[in-house]
Structures are given as C-alpha cells and as structure tokens.
T-cell receptor, first 112, second 113 residues
C-alpha cells in the first residue's frame, strides 16, 4: 500500500518553542489531514487540507498542503504543556470508502 | 457531538481464544473502519465497511474478520487470537461522501497471553 514518511519521529522541546513536523509521500494525495492523539485516547482531527498550496490555521496550529500534493507540514507556535501527544499526518486519495493512509507519528514531549 | 464508543478499554485474552471487539457510533455514519496501532508502525487499516452488511479488506486483514449487521455497530473478530495480535485497536466512522474526516473511538488495548 501507500506509505507516508513522517518526521521527526519524536521531539523534545521547551515550553514556548515553535514546532515543525512534516510528511512526504511518493504518491499524490487529494486530501491531507493532521490528527493528534493524547495518551489513552483515539486520534482527534486537527486540520484538514483539500487543495494543493492550501495553508490553514487552527489557533496556534498551521498546516500546508504541498504544491506537488506529495507532502504536508504542521507547525505549532508557542508550544504549551497540553500540546504533548502523538501527531499523525494522513493522506486520502479520494473516491470510494477506503480508509486513510497514516504516517507513523511524531511524538511531541514538552519540558516546562 | 460525534461519538464512537468501543466497548472495552482493556482486554486480556489467551492464545487461541475467539475475541470480539465491539464498536458503536451514534452519528448514522455509513462508513466504519478498524485500525490497529503499534509503536513505530502508526495506524494500519484492518477492515472497513461501506454500509450495513458490506465489508472490505484493508492492508492487514489476515487473522481478522468483521461483522456489520446494523449501521451503528461494527465488530472486529479474532477467530483464534495470537500473541502477535497484541495491540491497540481503534474504530472509526465517517459520513459517506465527506471525503476523509474520520472520527475515532478511544481504543481497545488488547493483550494476548
């Protein structure tokens, strides 16, 4: 199946720092999504991107759909302790009821 | 609010047992999915269902089957549990035709001894 390369695998940062993570693929996707999973919970959708070049914000989070449709990035500005969790990118090719292809996740750890 | 409920948070079973993982959604969504999540491997699709009584294999269906007798309920079945099926299992649902937004349950951590 399709594969997404998500990096970095983990990040150890200080509270207040900005965070950047990205996903790349050898395949084209029509939709990119970013999810966050907190300990003991299922992933929750943060941002969905539907057009190449699209830049979307959700509070301190900003995500972009790459022009080639093969990549996406997520930025978090001024991190706070509740940003801790695993962030997953996901791609969808569109059509049918197939599921999403997920990256392996970026584990964000924040030191106060 | 969207709600996907998985019946068990933690489950411990023995090798060879038949295991049922249940998922219920209250949003009248047509599509439902089962993923498993393993450290370093992310989320991998086991099975999905377009609608009642319909099912499709995902990327890793071996050792699993599913049942969708009612729209709101999607069951994952391990016919004969093995230790390599120890994992976190996540159920998700989606409105047909909405593209890609999946809503996830809180997960079932299954340990097979």
């Amino acid at each position: 199946g399709q594969q997404l390369n998500q990096s970095p695998q983990s990040m150890f940062i200080q509270e207040g720092e900005d965070v950047s993570m990205n996903c790349t693929s050898s395949s084209i996707f029509n939709t990119w999504l970013w999810y966050k999973q907190e300990p003991g919970e299922g992933p929750v959708l943060l941002i969905a991107l539907y057009k190449a070049g699209e830049l979307t914000s959700n509070g301190r989070l900003t995500a972009q759909f790459g022009i080639t449709r093969k990549d996406s990035f997520l930025n978090i500005s001024a991190s706070i302790p509740s940003d801790v969790g695993i962030y997953f990118c996901a791609g969808h090719t569109g059509g049918g009821a197939d599921g999403l292809t997920f990256g392996k996740g970026t584990h964000l750890i924040i030191q106060p | 609010d969207v709600k996907v409920t998985q019946s068990s948070r933690y489950l411990v079973k023995r090798t060879g047992e038949k295991v049922f993982l249940e998922c219920v959604q209250d949003m009248d969504h047509e599509n439902m999915f089962w993923y498993r999540q393993d450290p370093g491997l992310g989320l991998r699709l086991i099975y999905f269902s377009y609608d009642v009584k319909m099912k499709e294999k995902g990327d890793i269906p071996e050792g699993y089957s599913v049942s969708r007798e009612k729209k709101e309920r999607f069951s994952l079945i391990l016919e004969s549990a093995s230790t390599n099926q120890t994992s976190m299992y996540l159920c998700a649902s989606r409105i047909q035709g909405t593209g890609s937004k999946l809503f996830f349950g809180s997960g079932t951590q299954l340990s097979v001894l």
